[in-house]
């Protein structure tokens, strides 16, 4: 979990956050013995650079960290806070920042980096806390951090302590937390419950990681807000399996789950004003006798048939019958959040979030959030005419269409038949494959921020 602001105090070390432009000022303003150990020091305000100065008692009177210039600013994110892991212990509150410098990002940034998953090995702790800084909104600050640490914590745990009744289990203590309620349909249920397509795909998982459709309800006011999670718990390929290289990172496969469940807890913690729902089908692709297999052609929820040519592309199967769930109650909006597709990975990286969606304003509240709260996202196109590389012939739907080309768009456009008419989607990543600032190497939250920023637009809120 994300360390908490520490109260304020008349103590807290003033901190002071410069760039290389700006340093000369700042020595200027200095005596001539802190001048002197910064020169001594190397300090030239690179981005991440610390340094403490003395008190005439011989403790930390003061601290300065460097921001790097503009182009270290136009390539990074959050380049403040690794002064959390750099800075000896003390309690720090930020005295002076240059102009244009988000004290928000710099305060969430903060808590992000101080962030340690340590359930199965002890970490040692971020020593130096911070003060929430004046100006700022350090109740919503913290909400997003701890939501965003609740998708961390998801994604980094193993398959094996994170199945689809673990899932569950996060969703009912979240709900429990928040006042809100929880339903579920579990193995052979879902097809009493009409949920074909995501019994079909977790049908082979042992009877203890039976699949099952979680469904989160809060709030009783406002505008409705229905999050779609794709929870794949791990995913072997089924009998299309994936070679080791490929299944080595399927433990995330249930980061759509995660970072829904993480958003929720910013929109419950922050007591919005709106109507949510969660839906999550929890699910384990997993090889047994009872697997699905090419060439089956399944019914879905929603009546449309669907041709399985790759067992591996069960994510959005799992996803049609929740969004034609979701569609039988539709919300003023829907959104759903999948690792579905290597195709967006390659596209735009692991840094981007890829989304869909054929509502103008709201693509545009979208990037705009996620501009502004530094959660980085793209716009890719419901590109109509690939429709006809869905639609095999034999059934409605194909699943897997062959080619290779336009995987993630393709895939999009396969939800687009299921879901509710104001709908985004988005093929998220979930993994920072190598530590930076406020982002540990490990599972991670996209899009979230993004979208919460962007709910009052969204949502007229």
């Known amino acids: 979990m994300p360390a908490a602001f520490a109260p304020a105090t008349v103590n807290a070390i003033p901190t002071s956050l410069v760039t ?17 150990w910064l020169e001594a020091q190397g300090f030239g305000a690179k981005a991440g650079q610390c340094v403490t100065l003395p008190s005439s008692e011989g403790t930390i009177g003061a601290a300065i960290v460097g921001l790097g210039d503009a182009n270290d600013q136009r390539r990074g994110r959050f380049l403040a806070a690794s002064a959390a892991s750099r800075l000896p212990a003390g309690i720090y509150r930020i ?42 909104d350090a109740t919503r600050i913290s909400a ?5 640490a609740l998708t961390r914590d998801l994604i980094n745990t193993p398959a094996c302590d994170m199945g689809p009744a673990d899932v569950e289990a996060a969703a ?14 579990t ?12 019994h079909t795909v977790g049908r082979a998982a042992a009877a203890h990681r039976a699949p099952r459709l979680i469904d989160m309800r809060w709030g009783n006011t406002g505008p409705r807000l229905t999050l779609v999670g ?19 990172l399927m433990k995330k496969d249930m980061g759509g789950a995660a970072t829904v469940l993480g958003l929720a807890h910013m929109v419950m913690a922050l007591g919005l004003p709106l109507r949510l729902r969660v839906l999550i089908p929890a699910v384990e692709n997993a090889i047994a006798g009872d697997a699905f297999r090419p060439q089956d052609i399944l ?18 199967l799992v996803l049609a019958d929740a969004l034609a769930l979701a569609g039988e109650e539709e919300a003023e909006l829907t959104i759903s959040m999948a690792t579905l597709t290597g195709a967006a990975r390659v596209a735009v990286g692991p840094d981007l979030a890829p989304f869909f969606t054929d509502d103008e304003s709201a693509a545009s509240a979208i990037s705009k959030g996620g501009a502004a709260v530094a959660d980085p996202v793209w716009r890719l196109p419901f590109h109509t005419p690939y429709d006809a590389m869905i639609e095999p012939g034999m059934a409605d739907l194909d699943n897997a269409p062959s080619g290779g080309m336009a995987g993630s768009i393709t ?31 490990g599972g991670i939250g996209q899009g979230a921020r993004a979208v919460l920023q962007a709910l009052p637009d969204l949502l007229n809120l």
């Open 144 to 148: 997003i951090a701890e939501g965003e």
């Open 299 to 316: 019914t879905s929820r929603k009546g449309l048939t669907v041709e399985v040519n790759n067992t591996d592309a069960e994510g959005r």
């Open 172 to 185: 009912r203590t979240l709900a429990e937390r928040f006042g809100a309620t929880v339903e579920v349909t």
């Open 230 to 248: 794709k929870g794949v718990c791990f995913d072997t390929g089924g009998l299309n399996i994936k070679p080791g290289s490929s299944m080595g």
């Open 187 to 198: 193995g052979d249920a879902l097809i009493t419950a009409n949920f074909p397509l995501i």
């Open 20 to 36: 290389p432009e700006g340093l000369p000022a700042l020595m200027r303003g200095l005596a001539l013995p802190a001048r002197t």
């Open 95 to 136: 005295a002076e920042a240059p102009p244009g410098i988000s004290l928000d990002e710099v305060a969430l940034g903060w808590l992000l980096e101080s962030y340690r998953f340590d359930r199965y090995r002890s970490q040692s702790p971020v020593k130096a806390q911070l003060v929430a800084p004046d100006g700022i």
């Open 411 to 441: 895939a999009a456009l396969f939800l687009r038949r299921f879901a509710p008419a104001r709908y985004v989607h988005f093929d998220i990543y979930g993994w920072q494959p190598a530590a930076a600032p406020a982002r540990p190497k």
